[in-house]
């Protein structure tokens, strides 16, 4: 027997709330393979290792090793991190408490609105002399013994584990931040001590003041996973390094996530955006909404001509931080999410049962019925196939549990509560999308829906009816899409340097310098994680605004621009994004270089043409939406669907580990990768 080459296979891992998804491709024939397993919340370690370990118990033939996770976001959200203390400048140590003095918009009118206590108590802040200039000169110079007392008190006194270090103007000259940060290292070098300017070097104190607690707050948390994970896959024969997925695309390689863990706080929703993007470029359409439902969350991206909308600003449950990330957003609520009445009111969310106890029909100890129980009450899915029959479900229990805590309180039958379960996702959903469409000037209509996640094929028809869009796109492996994404990711960095000047060709001559500094970081990264210089490449960009603006937007450099060639790229950019432009002068706020070291990537795999068209393997009675109540749908199964072939709703196809439905008013079509488009009927 021929022993199969080395290094030919590569894997993706995306860990969620409730289930830990594996996708393995096989660069020989461009096989993918899905598996599922549960979420082991108290060891997440553990349950990647074993999913790992149930598809390739010995990772010797895996060339590359994609990883993303929402560790260090659920840390936050969970208020799990570690306690840490801010070394700043003297007289400063109040800055995070005092913030904004801003109330979000979205409790404008709430009267009882407390915003959210910082993460670091006032004991645990303290001041240091010196001090730097917004032009970077020093006008103190920076008291060393008394970083070393402030450290001393922080973690002898205190007992801390993690320290964040930010001065002012350290964006325009972070010497004294990192000569603190170098001295902390050195007198205690087991504790996770992180430098603002390292992270960012944008200005906004506060804002980079909160980006810096954040990365201390999960650091500790991130790093031990992610060194038991390394540990564990090299014991298992990996030879690879892991990377790591960023928020704002891009990999990484598990040693710089430790250094940087704020840049993977979004690093699971970012790799189906990721894919979302590849798949808009491949199928040709210029507009899409990405809509990943998961068993904890739905996240929603808008992708424009390929390209995902990207911030360098976004906060994470009310603290801002300035790391590029993608434009998500964000609703707690998914296959996990609980139903409940709430003083009459059904709500869906944010609580979720997650993998334990999961939904009631699991049959692990979970008495609150979720959207999944409710999924099984209407039939949209099949208890003797569901995760391909690897787990019993109880469909009986979940009724019952619909209608001791939905129907009864609420007066209706178990039917009406549990399609009223999904209304009221339906509606948060709904809302989400029109945060990043209509609130832009978008009209979601124009835009094809791309839906993904475990239960994103149960929800996408009945969204695609309630926002009037026309075409809905079910990806091959739908469950796994995100981790296809990460497949599909190079490794990225992006370095940055606040730049507040008019924009002409003077100042633009006087960048130059900047530009090469920010680029040879970018190089000597690339250079270090092992990328050659083939593969490397780099992309210099802008954040204009005009004169007055709070808010940017970017404006790549190309070689030999003028001045007037990017004032004139950027009034088309906003007319684009907002409709109009301005005849104001237009400023440099922020200078970036990204870089990339190009990786290879699995595409896409024509089916065989020709072929028999499938036909239902039986019918099912569900609640059709279209209908207004149960009908008879027939059941395919997605394996035996082939390209060009077109089945009128009512349907359902079912794959091992998703449930696609399409209602009476809709068609379903395959394309020629397997791709399931779902439209309106002409003949409606």
């Known amino acids: 027997m021929t022993p199969a080459p080395a290094d030919h296979l590569r894997l993706a891992v995306d860990i969620g709330g409730t289930f830990v998804d594996v996708l393995s491709f096989d660069e020989r024939d461009g096989r993918m393979t899905l598996h599922k397993r549960s979420t082991t919340p108290a060891d997440p370690a553990r349950g990647v290792v074993a999913a790992v370990a149930d598809l390739h118990p010995r ?159 999960i650091r500790p948390v991130l790093s031990d996973y992610l060194g038991r994970l390394e540990s ?87 603290f801002p931080l300035q790391v590029p990330i993608f434009d998500i957003r964000t609703v707690g609520a998914g296959g996990g999410s609980i139903a409940w009445v709430d003083d009459g009111l059904l709500k869906v969310g944010p609580r979720s049962a997650g993998a334990v106890p999961g939904p009631v029909a699991y049959g692990r100890g979970g008495t609150e019925p979720t959207l999944t129980d409710a999924a099984l009450v209407l039939g949209y899915l099949d208890p003797a196939h569901f995760l391909a029959g690897a787990m019993e479900i109880d469909t009986a229990a979940a009724a019952a549990a619909v209608e001791e805590r939905i129907a009864r309180p609420l007066g209706m039958t178990v039917q009406d509560a549990a399609a009223s379960v999904f209304r009221v996702l339906l509606a948060r959903s709904v809302g989400a999308l029109r945060e990043i469409t209509v609130e832009r000037g978008l009209d979601p209509r124009e835009f094809a829906l791309l839906s993904f996640g475990g239960a994103g094929g149960l929800l996408a028809a009945m969204l695609a009816r309630e926002m009037g869009i026309a075409t809905t796109v079910i990806p091959q492996v739908p469950a796994a899409f995100s981790a296809f994404g990460m497949l599909r990711s190079d490794l990225q960095f992006e370095f940055a340097a606040t730049a507040l000047q008019p924009l002409d060709d003077k100042y633009l001559e006087r960048l130059g310098p900047v530009f090469d500094d920010l680029a040879s970081r970018a190089e000597q990264m690339l250079s270090e994680q092992g990328v050659k210089p083939a593969q490397r490449r780099s992309v210099r960009s802008l954040d204009v605004r005009y004169r007055g603006q709070e808010h940017t937007l970017p404006v790549e450099l190309h070689p030999g621009d003028r001045s007037a060639d990017l004032v004139q ?8 994004r907002y409709g109009h432009a301005m005849p104001e002068a237009v400023q440099v706020l922020t200078v970036r270089v990204l870089g990339t070291g190009e990786l290879p990537k699995p595409g896409l795999q024509p089916l065989p043409p020709g072929g028999t068209p499938g036909e239902p393997v039986g019918t099912r009675r569900f609640h059709d939406v279209a209908a207004g109540g149960p009908v008879d749908a027939a059941v395919f199964l997605r394996e035996s669907l082939v390209p060009g072939q077109q089945v009128a709703g009512p349907l359902v196809v079912e794959e091992g580990t998703a449930t696609t439905v399409v209602f009476g008013d809709q068609l379903l079509t395959v394309d020629r990768y397997g791709h399931l488009f779902v439209r309106t009927r002409e003949d409606q």
């Open 232 to 318: 564990e896959l090299a014991d298992a024969g990996l030879g690879h390094p892991l990377h790591i997925m960023r928020s704002g695309g891009g990999a990484m390689t598990s040693s710089v996530a430790r250094t940087a863990p704020l840049t993977t706080v979004l690093s699971g929703p970012a790799g189906g955006v990721v894919g979302a993007s590849f798949l808009a470029t491949e199928l040709g359409l210029p507009k899409v909404l990405s809509f990943d439902v998961g068993g904890t969350s739905v996240d929603a991206c808008v992708v424009l001509d390929g390209r995902p909308t990207e911030v360098h600003e976004a906060a994470i449950d009310g």
């Open 59 to 217: 990772l010797d033939e895996v060339g590359a090793f994609a990883h993303g996770t929402t560790l260090g976001l659920n840390a936050i959200l969970q208020r799990a991190g570690a306690d840490v203390g801010i070394i700043t400048n003297e007289g400063f140590r109040d800055l995070l408490e005092i913030a904004r003095a801003a109330i979000p918009a979205s409790h404008m009118y709430d009267f009882s609105y407390a915003a959210p206590p910082p993460l670091v108590p006032r004991r645990h802040r303290l001041g240091v002399p010196g001090r730097m200039d917004a032009q970077g000169r020093e006008l103190l110079p920076l008291d060393e013994d008394a970083v070393l007392e402030a450290g001393r008190v922080l973690v002898e006194d205190a007992g801390l584990r993690s320290i964040a270090v930010c001065f002012l103007h350290s964006y325009a000259n972070p010497a004294h931040e990192r000569r603190a940060g170098a001295l902390l290292r050195e007198a205690y070098p087991g504790v996770a001590v992180a430098v603002s300017s390292d992270i960012t070097r944008e200005y906004r104190e506060y804002e980079r003041t909160c980006t810096v607690v954040l990365d201390a707050y």
């Open 569 to 576: 790229r950027f009034h088309d950019l906003h007319r684009h």
